[in-house]
């Protein structure tokens, strides 16, 4: 989907302002929507740009991640993402209640995976070598 119809869409419930800590906003890049929560979104060293963490919510645990982004594009405007158009948007619906402290938090993956898709390999959920999607270390 082209982000100017995703924006045209979601018209009633877009913000008018960035996102702020505690929010759901959408994170668009090449045309894959997913929903997000703001973790945190601090000043980097750079005059103008931004550290952005979010919890992008396309699967169950949550997965982390951490832009570093331009004031501009916490307003909505498109940037690119390893040569990828990408996009914030707000949505003006309020805090979300989420703790952050989960340990079964997903550690973020490249964003080429996350737009390609699995890449074939098997899960490691025991990081014991396990080539299978077992919960039981291998023997």
Same mark, same amino acid.
């Given at each position: 989907?082209?982000?100017? @119809?995703?924006? +045209? =869409?979601?018209?009633? &419930?877009? +913000?008018?302002?960035? /996102?702020?800590?505690? $929010?759901? *906003?959408?994170?668009?890049?090449?045309?894959?929507?997913?929903?997000?929560?703001? @973790?945190?979104?601090?000043? !980097?060293?750079?005059?103008?740009?931004? #550290? !952005? @963490? !979010?919890?992008?919510?396309?699967?169950? /645990? /949550?997965?982390? %991640?951490?832009?570093?982004? +331009?004031?501009? %594009?916490?307003?909505? %405007? $498109?940037?690119?993402?390893?040569?990828?158009?990408?996009?914030? =948007?707000?949505?003006?619906?309020?805090?979300?209640?989420?703790? !952050?402290?989960?340990?079964?938090?997903? +550690?973020?993956?490249?964003?080429? #995976?996350? &737009?390609?898709?699995?890449?074939?390999?098997?899960?490691?959920?025991?990081?014991?070598?396990?080539?299978?999607?077992?919960?039981? /270390? *291998?023997?």
């Amino acid at each position: 989907m082209e982000i100017s @119809r995703l924006k +045209k =869409l979601l018209t009633p &419930i877009l +913000k008018n302002d960035a /996102p702020q800590v505690g $929010e759901l *906003c959408i994170i668009w890049i090449a045309g894959v929507v997913a929903y997000a929560i703001v @973790r945190e979104i601090e000043p !980097f060293y750079m005059e103008g740009w931004w #550290e !952005f @963490r !979010f919890l992008i919510l396309r699967q169950i /645990p /949550p997965q982390e %991640h951490e832009w570093r982004i +331009k004031t501009e %594009h916490l307003h909505g %405007h $498109e940037f690119q993402l390893d040569s990828h158009p990408a996009a914030i =948007l707000a949505l003006n619906l309020g805090a979300v209640a989420l703790s !952050f402290d989960d340990p079964n938090m997903v +550690k973020s993956k490249s964003w080429k #995976e996350m &737009i390609d898709g699995d890449d074939g390999k098997e899960d490691d959920p025991g990081g014991n070598g396990c080539p299978g999607k077992c919960d039981t /270390p *291998c023997s």
